[in-house]
């Protein structure tokens, strides 16, 4: 899962948002690595509605405009929550005193090669 995916998603957490309150949430929770336009977001919402992962939740007219909501589906909750787990687990390999590559070494001891005289 590609990161505005992951933080679209994650920006539904807390309940329903309209499109710019989506873009806001995933700008911050991502610390501003995030920082998608209304075209793109409103494609990815497409796309992530028909995997189930979104629902449209209803609108309101502002200043003239419809707004519509979005809400995270429980398929999307679980996609979330794999990602996240998915995420956690990279994290940890390089995280770990005792990594990959510490434990690799252990398992292949290096050979001293004689140096020249």
Do not use: C
């Amino acid at each position: 899962m590609r990161a505005p995916t992951y933080f679209t998603l994650a920006a539904l957490l807390d309940g329903p948002l309209h499109g710019y309150g989506i873009i806001k949430r995933a700008e911050q929770l991502s610390e501003g690595s995030v920082r998608m336009t209304a075209g793109t977001l409103y494609g990815a919402l497409e796309r992530l509605s028909r995997e189930g992962l979104v629902v449209e939740e209803g609108q309101e007219i502002v200043a003239g405009r419809a707004r519509r909501y979005y809400r995270l589906t429980d398929k999307g909750h679980t996609a979330l929550e794999v990602e996240a787990e998915r995420m956690s687990k990279a994290a940890a390999v390089v995280q770990k005193p005792e990594g990959v590559a510490a434990s690799s070494a252990r398992r292949r001891p290096v050979k001293a090669h004689p140096r020249p005289a």
